[in-house]
């Protein structure tokens, strides 16, 4: 590796950290230096600006420690075959760089992530030392979101919980076929294993809290997952079915899905094109309707075709009432909470403004339009005092009526 200086390792890195999206800084504690102890905060907006390849702003800060791996997973630039330019950072490299962009105000914080040098547990080490050198030498309380090394030490992944805010390992892809097709050197049993190990130390860390006050926390923003959209055969119910069971299992904080990008020097097994970016926004709605709307991962799988697919041109809570119509309309004024959430057009903040406001009278149309968004993509699925759609949920044509012609059903509006 020839000798590069720092601004062309943090080209390097930073651009080679773009394919991570799981980075996003929420619910993490408050801490701040406003008392003239420390330096940084958690709070304000975002953390650092980084791009998904296809332009998204998908988080602030993030870099790796290096880009070169020893591991060769198909999908990934930083693969060891790949014929990239590689570069390294010290751990003491990335602790300057962090405080010095920090003092400017550039960042908030840091997301720091690797390719495989050496060891999973050297690598580990060096991502650890990054995180308590910060924390313990330097006072610093900004936000730090450690990727963890798969078939890392559960001690190294432990010490990087101590440190960090959230913590995160990729399972990358739904199924093992996937993973051992595309990345045949990783085992989602161990990933699985290594979850695992973080939800306990969390779990742990929060009992020890409500006993003792000064407990140490543990990776307070809890951890979070990746999996890449598009790269292999998995169709959107295996995705959403993973993404299930990973909540259940480890109470993870966030899954997110990140459309497959075709890579320069692109593996043979990969396919030629990227899937449609509204797939991965599909999922994130799905992904919603479970974590917010109590819909249940059979209700979010039921909303797919024969294929497995969610439609693209319509948003999986349209999808699924057109598919179950018996469940509809709906009546505004006698409905409970959880039975509102299911009507296509209404987000959680609307829900709980009608909830609220039929306690003092009955509502009507107008009274509907003005505590939602749309109320010509609602007006199928409910009734209200003065409103009832005879036999128009029984309509074969009742796509075409609430299908959004120019743009796409707000599923979460407000
Ligand atoms: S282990 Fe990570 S960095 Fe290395 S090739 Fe696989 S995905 Fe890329």
Not at 384 to 396: G, N
């Amino acid at each position: 590796m020839s000798r590069l200086d720092t601004r062309e390792k943090l080209a390097i890195l930073a651009d080679a950290a773009k394919y991570d999206a799981s980075c996003a800084s929420s619910g993490t504690s408050k801490r701040d230096s406003r008392d003239g102890k420390g330096i940084g905060s958690t709070e304000g907006m975002g953390i650092c600006h980084a791009y998904a390849p296809d332009g998204r702003c998908i988080s602030l800060l993030k870099i790796l420690l290096t880009n070169s791996c020893i591991f060769d997973c198909h999908y990934c630039i930083n693969r060891k075959s790949s014929n990239v330019r590689r570069a390294r950072f010290t751990a003491e490299e990335v602790v300057q760089l962090t405080l010095s962009f920090y003092r400017r105000n550039y960042i908030e914080g840091v997301f720091l992530s690797s390719g495989i040098i050496r060891s999973s547990n050297y690598t580990m080490e060096q991502i650890v030392e990054v995180a308590r050198s910060l924390r313990e030498d330097h006072d610093f309380r900004g936000y730090i979101h450690l990727k963890t090394i798969p078939d890392a030490d559960p001690e190294l992944v432990r010490l990087a919980g101590v440190h960090a805010d959230r913590v995160s390992i990729n399972v990358e892809l739904p199924t093992e076929r996937g993973l051992q097709r595309l990345a045949p050197e990783k085992d989602g049993t161990r990933i699985e294993g290594a979850m695992k190990d973080v939800k306990l130390a969390i779990d742990d860390r929060q009992d020890a809290k409500k006993r003792y006050k000064s407990a140490p926390s543990f990776a307070p923003a809890g951890q979070s997952t990746q999996m890449i959209v598009g790269a292999d055969s998995a169709n959107d119910r295996d995705i959403m079915l993973k993404a299930s069971s990973l909540y259940d299992r480890f109470g993870l904080r966030r899954v997110y899905y990140s459309a497959f990008s075709p890579i320069p020097d692109a593996s043979a097994v990969l396919p030629l094109n990227r899937p449609p970016l509204m797939r991965e926004h599909r999922l994130y709605q799905s992904d919603w309707l479970m974590r917010f709307y109590g819909f249940t991962p059979v209700d979010v799988v039921n909303a797919a075709g024969d294929d497995g697919m969610l439609p693209l041109d319509i948003d999986p809570k349209l999808a699924w009432a057109l598919k179950y119509r018996d469940n509809f309309p709906v009546d505004i004024n006698r409905a409970p909470r959880e039975t509102l959430l299911r009507i296509p057009g209404l987000g959680v903040k609307a829900v709980n403004r009608i909830v609220t406001s039929r306690r003092w009278r009955r509502l009507r149309l107008d009274d509907v339009a003005r505590l939602s968004v749309s109320l010509a993509k609602i007006r199928p699925f409910i009734v209200t005092e003065d409103w009832r759609p005879t036999l128009l949920t029984d309509r074969a044509d009742l796509t075409k009526w609430v299908k959004p012609q120019t743009q796409q059903l707000e599923l979460f509006g407000a």
